[in-house]
């Protein structure tokens, strides 16, 4: 499979050092940057969160006539895809994160990438015309490579848009109007479904109905392009480049990376944290891939409609819960974060395994548990991401912080990798092996993720409680050592 990276002429001139020329900061830039913050989410949103998963499943359906082997090989050919992604993923992002760093320019560059991801997503309209599993499944990977791409290129935007005092002030805008496209993306669920029906998927009633599927990829595309054309026009701070050829600048990554690696692997604390991390977020991450078939299967709605309010109800709880978690966090550091979270995910594991569950009685629970778990994991999924980066700044050595985090985004993009294989794996054990029924199967897989997601919490447990250090000034060496502003030792991590 051939990948293509478009990026700058590869005469222009990158560099070794980056002196920023102190200009006045314009709000404008600001307003373009959080707006293709809206646009990329609406893709998250539309391809990635929604329809995306239910198109295959419906495609292998049409394809074999069997509902529970469509759920299980469209579940192989999703995760295969996210798999092969963030492999290569995690092997280029440092070297183009540092590329993009040493560009004069880079709205450019992003527009570049961005529009080939919003070509391909728009493309994803011959789900209508054709039932060519692969070269759905094709154009899929390409859109979700580029648009995985352009937010290497946009994140490195930020500190060259505003000033250094606003960089967390701008960020945190930027996420939060991010959940206005997540709003779009469900928005354009409730506009098309009147139009053209909704998307169904029953399996043991063999059901499975495209409805508007199909169309929501142009018109997300559309959208998404609207939101990122300002952009083009964005101005970064000027900076004084000092030459330095592409080669060199590979190189100089290699060295880094391998040099940091090599600290981490020696580095108690870090590496148990980035192993915990690792098997905790990929449970996490694959709650949130597969919510449209973990409500429409596994809890048996089969419209969309009840996935369209679960999500939205989970944005909401993110906008609305997360401030306050990380406020929690801020005051308590964030091992006690990571315990609180771990409530939240588990408590709502537990709603929604028992939403619409029949007893032994006959009788069902309430559907509107349904409604109450999201609640719980907006503000769980939103406060562990508050909980890695609190984590990693307390465990990095100043100097490092920049390495350590790319390092930690390396594990993450692995656990993005595996996590969907292993979803799969599962419910097809459960399904074939065990003989669950694949709603059945889809419920189970629930109780395993939150088995993965405890796994990590305990390995995370064991990482060193430095958060106090922290607050009064204390740093990371490194070598698990913190030490003072006088560089004396006032912590030693237990061997």
Same mark, same amino acid.
Request: hydrophobic share 50%; proline share 4%.
């Given at each position: *499979?051939?990948?293509?990276?478009?990026?700058?002429?590869?005469?222009?001139?990158?560099?070794?050092?980056?002196?920023?020329?102190?200009?006045?900061?314009?709000? =404008?830039?600001?307003?373009?940057?959080?707006?293709?913050?809206?646009?990329?989410?609406?893709?998250?949103?539309?391809?990635?969160?929604?329809?995306?998963?239910? !198109?295959?499943?419906?495609?292998?359906?049409?394809?074999?006539?069997?509902?529970?082997?469509?759920?299980?090989?469209?579940?192989?050919?999703?995760?295969?895809?996210?798999?092969?992604?963030?492999?290569? !993923?995690?092997?280029?992002?440092?070297?183009?994160?540092?590329?993009?760093?040493?560009?004069?320019?880079?709205?450019?560059? $992003?527009?570049?990438?961005?529009?080939?991801?919003?070509?391909?997503?728009?493309?994803?309209?011959?789900?209508?015309?054709?039932?060519?599993?692969?070269?759905?499944? !094709?154009?899929?990977?390409?859109?979700?490579?580029?648009?995985?791409?352009?937010?290497?290129?946009?994140?490195?935007?930020?500190?060259?848009?505003?000033?250094?005092?606003?960089?967390?002030?701008?960020?945190?805008?930027?996420?939060?109007?991010?959940?206005?496209?997540?709003?779009?993306?469900?928005? $354009?669920?409730?506009?098309?479904?009147?139009?053209?029906?909704?998307?169904?998927?029953?399996?043991?009633?063999?059901?499975?109905?495209?409805?508007?599927?199909?169309?929501?990829?142009?018109?997300?595309?559309?959208?998404?392009?609207?939101?990122?054309?300002?952009? !083009?026009?964005?101005?970064? =701070?000027?900076?004084? *480049?000092?030459? =330095?050829?592409?080669?060199?600048?590979?190189?100089?990554?290699?060295?880094?990376?391998?040099?940091?690696?090599?600290?981490?692997?020696?580095?108690?604390?870090?590496?148990?944290?980035?192993?915990?991390?690792?098997?905790?977020?990929?449970?996490?991450?694959?709650?949130?891939?597969?919510?449209?078939?973990?409500?429409?299967?596994?809890?048996?709605?089969?419209?969309?409609?009840?996935?369209?309010?679960?999500?939205?109800?989970?944005?909401?709880?993110?906008?609305?819960?997360?401030?306050?978690?990380?406020?929690?966090?801020?005051?308590?550091?964030?091992?006690?974060?990571?315990? $609180?979270?771990?409530?939240?995910?588990?408590?709502?594991?537990?709603?929604?395994?028992?939403?619409?569950?029949?007893?032994?009685?006959?009788? +069902?629970?309430?559907?509107?548990?349904?409604?109450?778990?999201?609640?719980?994991?907006?503000?769980?999924?939103?406060?562990?991401?508050?909980?890695?980066?609190?984590?990693?700044?307390?465990?990095?050595?100043?100097?490092?912080?920049?390495?350590?985090?790319?390092?930690?985004?390396?594990?993450?993009?692995?656990?993005?990798?595996?996590?969907?294989?292993?979803?799969?794996?599962?419910?097809?054990?459960?399904?074939?092996?065990?003989?669950?029924?694949?709603? *059945?199967?889809?419920? *189970?897989?629930?109780?395993?993720?939150?088995?993965?997601?405890?796994?990590?919490?305990?390995?995370?447990?064991?990482?060193?409680?430095?958060?106090?250090?922290?607050?009064?000034?204390?740093?990371? +060496?490194?070598?698990?050592?913190?030490?003072?502003?006088?560089?004396?030792?006032?912590?030693?991590?237990?061997?």
């Amino acid at each position: *499979m051939n990948y293509i990276l478009v990026v700058e002429n590869s005469s222009e001139l990158i560099s070794n050092e980056i002196k920023i020329s102190h200009e006045p900061w314009y709000r =404008k830039n600001v307003y373009k940057w959080i707006s293709y913050d809206l646009g990329n989410t609406i893709y998250s949103m539309v391809v990635v969160s929604l329809v995306f998963l239910p !198109l295959l499943q419906i495609l292998y359906f049409e394809r074999d006539g069997d509902g529970d082997s469509a759920i299980n090989n469209a579940n192989f050919a999703f995760s295969t895809v996210l798999l092969i992604g963030n492999l290569i !993923l995690a092997s280029i992002s440092p070297f183009l994160g540092a590329y993009a760093d040493q560009l004069k320019r880079r709205n450019g560059l $992003l527009i570049r990438i961005s529009i080939l991801c919003i070509t391909f997503m728009a493309a994803l309209v011959v789900s209508a015309f054709t039932k060519s599993i692969i070269v759905i499944l !094709l154009i899929f990977f390409f859109a979700n490579m580029f648009y995985q791409l352009g937010l290497i290129v946009y994140d490195s935007m930020l500190p060259f848009i505003t000033d250094r005092d606003k960089v967390a002030t701008v960020s945190g805008t930027g996420v939060a109007i991010g959940y206005f496209g997540s709003f779009i993306g469900i928005g $354009l669920g409730f506009a098309l479904s009147p139009i053209f029906g909704d998307f169904i998927i029953r399996p043991s009633e063999g059901v499975f109905e495209l409805g508007y599927i199909p169309y929501m990829f142009p018109v997300g595309a559309l959208l998404f392009l609207l939101f990122a054309l300002p952009i !083009l026009t964005l101005r970064e =701070k000027d900076r004084e *480049m000092l030459p =330095k050829k592409n080669d060199e600048l590979f190189e100089e990554v290699k060295n880094n990376a391998i040099d940091t690696a090599k600290e981490i692997f020696n580095y108690r604390s870090m590496f148990i944290f980035l192993i915990g991390w690792l098997i905790y977020v990929d449970a996490a991450n694959t709650v949130i891939a597969y919510m449209t078939p973990i409500v429409q299967i596994g809890l048996e709605f089969g419209d969309s409609g009840p996935v369209l309010i679960v999500l939205g109800i989970g944005i909401i709880g993110a906008v609305v819960f997360t401030y306050p978690v990380g406020k929690y966090i801020d005051k308590n550091g964030p091992k006690k974060g990571l315990t $609180l979270i771990t409530i939240f995910w588990v408590t709502a594991l537990i709603i929604a395994f028992f939403t619409n569950y029949e007893l032994a009685n006959g009788t +069902k629970t309430p559907e509107w548990l349904v409604y109450i778990f999201p609640v719980l994991v907006g503000p769980a999924l939103g406060g562990g991401w508050v909980v890695q980066r609190q984590y990693v700044t307390e465990l990095s050595p100043p100097s490092k912080v920049g390495n350590y985090f790319g390092f930690a985004n390396i594990f993450g993009r692995i656990s993005a990798a595996i996590g969907p294989f292993i979803w799969a794996a599962t419910i097809l054990g459960l399904n074939q092996g065990a003989g669950f029924t694949i709603e *059945m199967a889809t419920r *189970m897989g629930l109780v395993f993720i939150g088995s993965i997601m405890l796994i990590g919490y305990f390995i995370i447990m064991r990482v060193d409680d430095v958060h106090e250090i922290y607050l009064k000034g204390g740093r990371a +060496k490194g070598d698990g050592t913190w030490v003072d502003e006088n560089n004396e030792v006032i912590y030693q991590s237990a061997k």
